[in-house]
């Protein structure tokens, strides 16, 4: 038999064989993503936040609403809050509101933003028995409060909101209104023309996205209060994530510091925070203010008591010659006689010449620096007394269970005893070197701090019981004319475990001694922009040589062009990055989407 002859006799009796047939698949349950949503689930997504669309001030003129929703179209997909971008080329105050009239090159719509007043504080009823019964004649006059503009004419602002009607045009209901960098404004018109092409023009009907889940954000407030090195048990060095536009956090002062808390990484601590803070103290930046902990001046966030101490060497009452802090009302929080001396507050220049290094003679003469130091050498020396005793006893224990318990020859010969200087000198040493190798600080050539002579001491922003540092009391006490009184009296006594301890002397500075700076973003954002203006020059040269496009600098090539010279060798890439936010923020540099800079002209 052939084998097509057992093909044809085999197939009929396989056909006999009756199978039961399937059901067919509903079409709904095929693809159930493409079905068109209802108004009611369009609106119940319009009012998310995910729904905010970027969009120019013509695309919000031009939307079409149809009759009977609550929402517009933005050509294939529903809007009602929209996010903007443009320069305030107008500004109308009113009574409870304020109207910008917002530009960003393709119209002008007014954004209306609703200012909340704060409440007048409660003041309690008139006791008076005599109820005065007002005259019709008589009326009352007062003043209206006008709201403060969150922005000025010509600024460049953020603005998210929703599309309102007025009259025969639209306007937005702002809830948000910020100021941004004049770069926002073209990546803003980048990010709506890609929108533009990939997602409101596509043929396809509108689909409702899928949700997509955010985590919770942590609170804000918890992480904010991170423990201080007087709290921690044994805190570490990390690199510096702090913003350069914020006043950097005042540590408490040294004296109130535990014993537990006295090791050379706190103090490695405190000499940076010391570094960061002076220079801002008495020149403050214009990002700084004088309002609470915000400040980097030494002033008491909240009203403290402060000791007042009688004159003894006048008999005769006569009119103080200090000016208490705390009393109301109060037109200045030092004695006038000092302003032109303290408050010269005019704001400086990362490349001005104020900004001057510090010599490690001059940080050894800091009071507060100098007695913490005294105080983590001998915190160390007892921890080390500590632990050899422990470890004696364990050893004469493991001998005593063996036999007799003979004494120990090797516990009575000690190491020589090396002095408290000779250990400060080497703590100070080893910090300014660990300083240096984490790339907090680098060498500074320029104007060095002067030695302050005897009778006076270094000014610290350490916050005290009072919030006003006790060197900050020295300074007042030394440049104040003030017949034998001091301003506080208490402020200036030492510490009690202090007072009979020898007076370590410090020797003389010596001539061309190094001097160190803190490596703030604002401070090398000035080098930074020096980098990219020689790396630019040098792509446009490489580019008319050869003919052929070069691009500019990025943040590798910034990198490894400081890390050429010695003194910027130990910076790592968190520290230009830094550098180019502030750069870019204050609108003197911007990127592109390959990450090139250049500096705005």
């Known amino acids: 038999m052939s084998l097509t002859s057992i093909v044809e006799h085999t197939t009929p009796t396989s056909g006999s064989v009756l ?45 079409q609403q149809k009759p009977g929703e609550d929402f517009l179209w933005l050509e294939r997909v529903p809007c009602r809050n929209v996010r903007l971008v443009g320069l305030i080329v107008g500004v109308q105050i009113l009574e ?36 005065i019964k007002p005259q019709p004649g008589n009326r009352t006059w007062s003043l209206v409060q006008f709201p403060k503009p969150l922005a000025c004419v010509g600024d460049h602002v953020r603005v998210c909101g929703k599309v309102a009607q007025h009259f025969e045009s639209r306007q937005i209901i702002a809830t948000t209104i910020e100021k941004c960098s004049s770069n926002d404004q073209p990546l803003h018109w980048k ?23 955010h985590p919770p954000e942590p609170n804000r407030r918890a992480m904010q209060e991170v423990s201080s090195p007087a709290t921690s048990g044994a805190p570490s060095p990390t690199k510096s994530t702090a913003s350069s536009h914020q006043s950097p ?51 008491p966030a909240t009203p403290t008591k402060c000791s007042r101490h009688p004159r003894l060497d006048d008999q005769t009452p006569r009119r103080s010659t200090y000016t208490n802090t705390e009393e109301t009302p109060r037109s ?13 507050r005019s704001p400086p220049d990362a490349s001005s010449p104020q900004l001057r290094g510090f010599t490690l003679s001059f940080l050894r003469r800091v009071p507060e620096l100098n007695d913490m130091g005294k105080r983590v050498v001998k915190a160390e020396a007892k921890r080390r007394a500590k632990e050899a005793a422990k470890k004696a006893a364990a050893d004469a224990s493991q001998k005593g269970r063996g036999g007799a318990c003979i004494p120990s020859t090797s516990t009575a010969i000690s190491r020589p005893e090396v002095s408290t200087a000779a250990r400060m000198k080497r703590l100070w040493r080893s910090t300014i070197l660990h300083l240096a190798k984490e790339g907090s600080i680098v060498l500074w050539d320029g104007p060095v701090y002067p030695i302050p002579s005897n009778d006076e001491t270094v000014a610290g922003p350490w916050r005290s ?115 180019l936010d502030v750069l870019r923020d204050e609108g003197r540099a911007w990127d592109d989407r390959h990450g090139v800079w250049d500096l705005v002209l």
Request: charged share 25%.
């Open 19 to 63: 199978l039961t047939p399937r059901k067919r698949r509903k079409p709904s349950a095929e693809r159930p993503n493409d079905t068109v949503p209802t108004n009611a689930d369009i609106f119940n997504w319009v009012l998310t936040p995910e729904a905010t669309a970027s969009c120019f001030v013509r695309d919000v003129l031009n939307m």
């Open 332 to 344: 200045s929080r030092i004695p006038a006689s000092l302003s032109s001396n303290i408050l010269d």
């Open 465 to 579: 019981d009072t919030g006003i540092s006790q060197s900050f009391f020295h300074s007042l006490n030394a440049t104040a004319n003030t017949s034998g009184m001091s301003v506080f009296s208490s402020a200036t006594e030492r510490p009690l475990d202090d007072q009979d301890d020898e007076e370590i002397g410090l020797s003389d500075p010596e001539p061309g001694e190094e001097s160190y700076v803190s490596l703030t973003p604002r401070y090398f954002s000035i080098e930074v922009e020096k980098a990219i203006r020689v790396l630019s020059a040098g792509s446009r040269a490489q580019s008319k040589s050869t003919g052929k496009m070069v691009p500019g600098p990025t943040k590798q090539s910034i990198l490894v062009y400081f890390r050429r010279d010695d003194r910027w060798r130990q910076i790592g890439e968190w520290n230009v990055q830094e550098a």
């Open 191 to 213: 990010e709506v023309l890609k929108l533009h092409s990939t997602y409101y023009s596509l043929s396809e009907p509108f689909i409702i996205p899928t949700p997509v889940f």
């Open 96 to 131: 409870k509101k304020i109207i910008y009239s917002v530009d960003d090159g393709t119209s002008v719509i007014d954004c209306q933003h609703k200012c909340t007043n704060a409440p007048p504080s409660p003041t309690k009823p008139s006791q008076s028995k005599s109820k």
């Open 249 to 299: 956090r005042k540590l408490r002062h040294p004296s109130k510091l535990r014993s537990r808390d006295l090791t050379d990484i706190t103090f490695r601590i405190y000499v940076k925070h010391f570094m960061d803070c002076y220079h801002s103290m008495f020149n403050p930046g214009p990002d700084t203010t004088n309002e609470g902990e915000d400040s980097d001046f030494p002033y």
